[in-house]
């Protein structure tokens, strides 16, 4: 394997705006839900660059919560939102439907970039099917790019370190080595392990090339960063809202297309000035940030009844300004599973499913006709689902 140098990384292919994607009349496992809704889709329209705004007409879209490097528990949720073929070979089951990723893959967990690899695999395959995958920035991802990691474990460093060695026998052709990831990153995990020079978080040689590996892969401009640049931190699809701590009325007023765009450009490290890029305070720093924000996610029985009707009063503000019927946000872990507050105007799906946050049972949101449903396990074992009444 080839020694980890310090010279700059070739970054991935300057992303272009999403085309069309065309519809698909058949469908493997969601066949029965295309025959309800009339057979073959309008395709789905993407406009922004990050997405910003998607037309997808008929579909049934499922969001998933916060991931955090726990790849084995983000296997079970896709599985269970019914877009991840379970024998184990990465395969797009989901036919026409759309899935989303509410953000924090980085950080707390072992496994981060195959996971990110997984969803880009899941993308193209779901294009070719009429459907598609998205995701939403989170915190832990700009907290990255800004270089702070604090919530990073020694294996992810390991990863880092495993993955830029495994770009170099790709010959430096990201996307070969990104899209591929997802199925040799396991071998790669069980042979370092198993190598008689690894010491895990003793091997402090091992560590700092870990940490020079994540630096050049996530800096801005570093071509992991591109690669999250490509999606944005608020995300419109049908008459739904998409975003990681929560939308407020001035993000709206600032400008959804805006946000997305400086958040994108900043983490390519463009800038128009010969200074370093600004980090885009508004999405990703402060408590009132679009990927910090947790007023919508907290525990209204902490709340008193006129702190209760502001917020409802703010969350109906800002739908009623970018005209959506609800919200749908992740960051802030729910105990008691997904669920929705504020006349269902708000939904909660970040469920701690990570080993390294809850450990919890992972749970769904499904989307059809603007009802919603929460997919959840009823067994340890995943074998017996059980879908919550469209509410």
């Not at 698909?24 to 997405?51: C, D, Q, Y």
């Not at 705004?53 to 949720?77: E, K, N, T, Y």
């Not at 379970?86 to 797009?92: A, F």
């Amino acid at each position: 394997m080839a020694s980890l140098c310090l010279t700059p990384l070739p970054p991935p292919p300057p992303s272009q705006p999403r085309k069309l994607v065309e519809p698909s009349s058949s469908s493997t496992s969601l066949s029965s839900f295309n025959r309800m809704t009339g057979g073959a889709l309008k395709p789905i329209v993407v406009n922004g660059n990050p997405p910003t705004f998607v037309s997808a007409p008929g579909r049934r879209i499922v969001a998933v919560g916060d991931l955090h490097g726990d790849l084995d528990q983000a296997r079970c949720a896709l599985e269970m939102a019914g877009v991840l073929s379970p024998d184990g070979q990465d395969l797009w089951t989901g036919g026409e439907s759309v899935l989303i990723q509410l953000g924090d893959i980085l950080d707390r967990g072992e496994e981060e970039i195959a996971i990110l690899s997984l969803l880009r695999s899941l993308d193209i395959q779901a294009k070719a099917k009429g459907g598609a995958v998205f995701q939403v920035n989170g915190n832990h991802e700009t907290m990255n790019v800004e270089g702070d990691f604090r919530y990073v474990e020694s294996e992810a460093f390991d990863e880092c370190n495993d993955f830029l060695e495994y770009l170099d026998e790709c010959g430096n052709d990201w996307e070969e080595a990104f899209v591929g990831w997802i199925g040799v990153s396991g071998r790669w995990k069980k042979e370092r392990k198993m190598s008689q020079n690894y010491w895990g978080p003793l091997n402090i040689v091992k560590r700092q090339k870990g940490v020079i590996a994540r630096s050049m892969l996530l800096r801005p401009g570093g071509p992991l960063a591109c690669e999250l640049a490509q999606h944005a931190v608020a995300l419109k699809v049908n008459d739904w809202v998409f975003c990681h701590g929560g939308l407020l009325p001035h993000h709206v007023a600032y400008g959804m297309e805006r946000l997305n765009r400086e958040v994108s450009h900043w983490m390519r490290g463009l800038s128009e000035s010969s200074d370093s890029p600004q980090i885009p305070f508004i999405a990703t720093r402060g408590y009132d940030s679009v990927v910090w924000n947790r007023l919508f996610s907290r525990d209204v029985s902490d709340l008193e009844d006129y702190q209760i009707e502001q917020i409802h009063s703010i969350l109906e503000e800002t739908l009623q300004a970018v005209g959506a019927t609800a919200m749908v946000v992740g960051h802030t872990p729910q105990t008691l599973g997904v669920n929705c507050k504020y006349n269902c105007s708000i939904w909660r799906v970040d469920v701690g499913m990570s080993s390294g946050v809850l450990n919890s049972r992972p749970e769904v949101l499904e989307i059809r006709d603007n009802k919603a449903r929460v997919i959840r396990s009823r067994r340890d074992a995943y074998s017996e689902l059980q879908a919550i009444d469209y509410i």
